[in-house]
């Protein structure tokens, strides 16, 4: 009689990060913004490393203009019926992410920089975008802020009284990406800010658990 199998252990360490979608799915970036066929190198290999379990978030994106859309900046997609759209997936983020906290867990978001939706430090804008798609060097700027799905998380989040986690990204969505020289500092970025630690909180400043009212 063969042994059963023993079952994968799973880290003690109460961290959890919830996770930009296109860093462990790069097939959901717009066409030929993908850097990688699948994960980004390297990021899960950090989480693990500094031993934090790993949460998916949405791709607002490709949930609202499917896989085929065409590039976007900021511009476009700071529009009252998208920003609807990320007020939905952000209430839908709500409930686990305030769960973790009450369970003790400490909590970052890792988003991606540049991008005009998932941006945490840096977004990208595209001013003249419009119409027949057509990309010209230079078109595409990244500059500090928040893109739109990461901001409408954070206001989601803080108007039920949920601290907005540690956060930070990574920035791959620039125009001049070159895995061999901007990877490794990505990735070192990445670990130093990792190992600082999620944010945590007491479990007695959050709102009641939501509980869905019977029809």
Not at 64 to 80: H, I, M, P, S
Not at 91 to 103: D, G, L, Q
Not at 146 to 153: A, D, I, K, N, T
């Amino acid at each position: 009689m063969t042994e059963p199998a023993t079952p994968v252990s799973v880290a003690t360490t109460r961290r959890v990060a919830f996770v930009a979608h296109c860093l462990v799915n790069q097939n959901a970036k717009v066409q030929e913004f993908a850097r990688s066929p699948g994960v980004v190198p390297g990021v899960v290999e950090r989480l693990r490393k500094h031993s934090y379990r790993i949460q998916q978030l949405p791709c607002p994106e490709m949930a609202f203009a499917g896989v085929n859309r065409w590039w976007q900046g900021r511009e476009l997609y700071d529009k009252a019926n998208y920003r609807r759209h990320c007020q939905v997936l952000a209430n839908n983020m709500a409930s686990p992410i305030a769960e973790f906290y009450r369970r003790g867990f400490e909590i970052v978001v890792i988003g991606l920089d540049g991008s005009p939706s998932s941006g945490v430090r840096y977004t990208g804008k595209a001013k003249d975008w419009g119409g027949r798609p057509h990309f010209v060097d230079g078109d595409y700027e990244v500059v500090e802020g928040m893109g739109v799905w990461m901001e409408e998380l954070k206001i989601g989040l803080e108007a039920r009284q949920i601290p907005w986690p540690r956060a930070s990204g990574m920035l791959l969505d620039t125009t001049d990406w070159d895995e061999a020289r901007d990877l490794p500092r990505c990735l070192d970025e990445l670990d130093e800010f990792l190992s600082g630690g999620g944010r945590a909180v007491d479990a007695a400043t959050l709102p009641p658990v939501e509980t869905n009212a019977a029809p």
